[in-house]
């Protein structure tokens, strides 16, 4: 069965510095590895995702991720926060046993903004 | 920009009523799910249907119902809501072809049961 792990339930950077948030997954093959966003009393918004193809995936509003399989490993960086950035951030891992179609989701990383 | 629908967006209803939770989407996805959401935890898939007349349970357990009679249409239904059932509802819908796999979701509905 597929797990995901997100380290770190909230997570704080001042404006204009480098967002990391973390996500490992356990698969025994290869899934595909989704993240998303969720702004307060919404739904979630896909950021990125990877399925096959170049490991490094760039997604909307400058988010991108790298995808290494040796790490079991899925981290979503921006290189400069903006205050709108400060939402609840969830990883997603696929079922291959289900056609990829069914998800599995951490947590959720909590990210703030610091002015 | 996803369409995805989901009436009404926040519920609060006594013990033993019967409720509706409504899901609608335009995109001509084939697929649709059901997730329940607690604060601060993860999504649990509860409810999904890979097409007209179909309906599976997924991994969490619920008292709630779903059906599927038409492509964009997936209500849930519980017969008699208790303070358990509290939380928020995300429905999601999928395109089965093309390769995409990503699920999109409605805005979610918060059930609070009194």
């Known amino acids: 069965a597929q797990s995901v792990t997100q380290l770190g339930s909230h997570v704080s950077v001042s404006e204009g510095a480098l967002v990391l948030l973390r996500c490992n997954y356990s698969?025994?093959?290869?899934?595909?590895l989704f993240w998303y966003v969720q702004y307060p009393n919404q739904g979630l918004q896909l950021l990125l995702k990877?399925?096959?193809?170049?490991?490094l995936v760039k997604g909307i509003n400058g988010f991108e991720a790298e995808f290494k399989k040796s790490e079991t490993s899925f981290h979503l960086t921006k290189p400069s926060a903006h205050m709108s950035d400060a939402a609840e951030y969830f990883c997603?891992?696929?079922?291959?046993?289900?056609?990829?179609?069914?998800?599995?989701f951490g947590t959720g990383t909590r990210l703030t903004i610091i002015p | 920009e996803a369409d995805i629908y989901q009436t009404p967006r926040y519920l609060v209803i006594g013990t033993g009523k019967k409720i509706t939770l409504e899901c609608s989407q335009t995109?001509?996805?084939?697929?649709m799910y059901w997730y329940q959401q607690d604060p601060g935890m993860e999504l649990h898939l509860i409810h999904y249907s890979y097409g007209v007349n179909s309906t599976e349970k997924g991994d969490l357990s619920s008292e709630s119902t779903v059906s599927r009679i038409r492509t964009e249409h997936f209500p849930l239904t519980l017969e008699s809501a208790r303070p358990s059932h509290t939380s928020q509802y995300l429905c999601?819908?999928?395109?089965?072809?093309?390769?995409?796999?990503?699920?999109?979701f409605g805005p979610g509905t918060r059930l609070t049961v009194t």
């Open positions: 997603a891992v696929s079922d291959p046993n289900f056609g990829n179609e069914k998800l599995t």
């Open positions: 698969s025994s093959v290869p899934p595909y």
């Open positions: 999601a819908s999928s395109l089965s072809t093309g390769g995409r796999y990503e699920q999109y």
């Open positions: 995109m001509g996805h084939d697929k």
């Open positions: 990877y399925t096959t193809g170049a490991t």
